[in-house]
């Protein structure tokens, strides 16, 4: 069972694969591979041009998304033994196993979704999304709706997804979100 984890830019996506590693599902994050195959001062000239040449941001895309793709389907294949979830309730016991976790922001955008048996979206509503950008990354207003303009509308993401998680609470909440996600994966699993 191979599981993707999707969702708008700022939606918590990073802060949910957290969470998933705490409770030992293992993922991948393609934002971290293309941050090895990128240096950090050329992905901050980059951004600036990206964002604001579509032209632009299809040519870098064309050359970098083959290279994330497979180094994520090379760690899948090499995880592909479920690992066990030590951190669930005693009722699921014995422990359950589930497989690894991609998590892909860009993956409708890409085509990839076919790749996948379970597609897991991260939804926020706009306004969060732009509150997290600009109090935790900086961005100006302006540069947060132009990333938020780059990307497909979340909505459309989470209607073409499995499981939904609404993320417009507490962090708390969004660990709640994590287990229920990891039962959810369990149940499927087992099915």
């Known amino acids: 069972m191979k599981v993707c984890l999707t969702g708008g830019i700022a939606s918590g996506k990073s802060l949910l694969s957290r969470y998933l590693n705490e409770l030992g599902v293992k993922t991948i994050d393609a934002d971290d591979i293309v ?31 083959p290279l994330v793709r497979q180094k994520i389907l090379d760690f899948l294949e090499e995880n592909s033994s479920p690992s066990p979830v030590p951190h669930l309730p005693s009722s699921l016991f014995p422990l359950p196993t ?26 926020s509503s706009r ?29 459309i993401k989470a209607a073409k997804s499995d499981y939904v998680i609404l993320n417009d ?13 990891v039962e959810y994966l369990v149940s499927r699993s087992k099915a």
């Open 35 to 65: 941050h090895t195959i990128i240096p950090k001062e050329e992905r901050e000239r980059l951004r600036k041009i990206v964002f604001t040449n579509p032209d632009a941001r299809k040519e870098l895309e064309s050359r970098i998304h």
């Open 98 to 123: 589930l497989p690894p976790i991609a998590i892909i922001p860009l993956l409708f955008e890409v085509q990839w979704e076919k790749d996948y048996d379970i597609i897991i979206c991260v939804l």
């Open 127 to 155: 306004e969060k999304q732009i509150e997290r950008m600009t109090a935790l990354r900086g961005y100006s207003r302006a540069e947060a709706e132009a990333r938020l303009a780059a990307q497909m509308d979340p909505a």
């Open 169 to 181: 609470s507490t962090d708390e909440d969004l660990k709640a979100e994590a287990i229920k996600l």
